[in-house]
């Protein structure tokens, strides 16, 4: 991370510290402590950095402010999770087994915030439980749900594309439409 400009500390909001530790990196940051030029890195990023105009009642309630919205990032992304998941639960837990509820809620939060294509999406929130299928089959099965509004008005309704029997008695393509389907409902409700 390059510290070239330094704003002012006093008046850093979160969100700029966020954003400037999450910023692009113009260094490359020495991960083997081991390495000599790591004591030299370390020496020249301190030359830009002190805590001396900072009291130590400012550092402890600034560094609680900055721990604190960390946690709450995490606890929003598990909360949105299981929304998620209650969704799925509440409209496919008679149909599905619930461990494939979890991974579909699991694989969709984390790609809540990728730059996929829809459709790319769709197939990255299945493709470790649908694994037996080849990529692009895949992607011409989800194509329907992705893309809704060039399809048919009834594509997201389950009884529409798959017989309504239980899951063990399905075909493995109604699991994968079906399973297709629910990755979609589970991006949705991530959204």
């Known amino acids: 991370m390059s510290f070239n400009s330094q704003p002012d500390r006093h008046n850093l909001s ?11 990196s113009t260094t490359e940051y020495p991960w083997n402590p081991a390495d000599p030029e790591t004591a ?3 020496a020249q990023s301190d030359l830009h950095f002190s805590l001396d105009d900072w009291t130590d009642a400012e550092i402890a309630q600034k560094s609680q402010s900055f721990f604190t919205t960390i946690q709450s990032c995490w606890d ?6 299981i929304g998620a998941l209650e969704t ?3 409209k496919f837990g008679a149909r599905v087994p619930q461990q494939w509820l979890e991974r579909i809620a699991a694989n969709a939060s984390a790609l809540a915030s990728s730059k996929l294509e829809p459709v790319e999406q769709l197939v990255s929130a299945v493709r ?8 692009d089959d895949l992607l011409v099965m989800a194509r329907p749900y992705a893309y809704a ?8 309704n ?3 594309i798959v017989r309504p029997l ?3 008695h399905l075909s493995e393509l109604e699991r994968a439409k079906l399973t297709i389907l629910i990755a979609q409902y589970a991006i949705d409700a991530l959204q």
């Open 76 to 81: 929003n992304a598990d909360n949105v999770e």
């Open 128 to 135: 470790d439980l649908l694994s037996n299928w080849a990529n």
């Open 14 to 24: 979160e969100a700029e510290l966020m954003d400037c530790l999450l910023a692009a």
């Open 149 to 156: 509004m060039r399809c048919n008005p009834g594509v997201d």
């Open 166 to 168: 239980a899951w063990e």
């Open 158 to 160: 389950p009884d529409n």
């Open 40 to 42: 030299d890195y370390y």
């Open 88 to 90: 799925l639960t509440a």
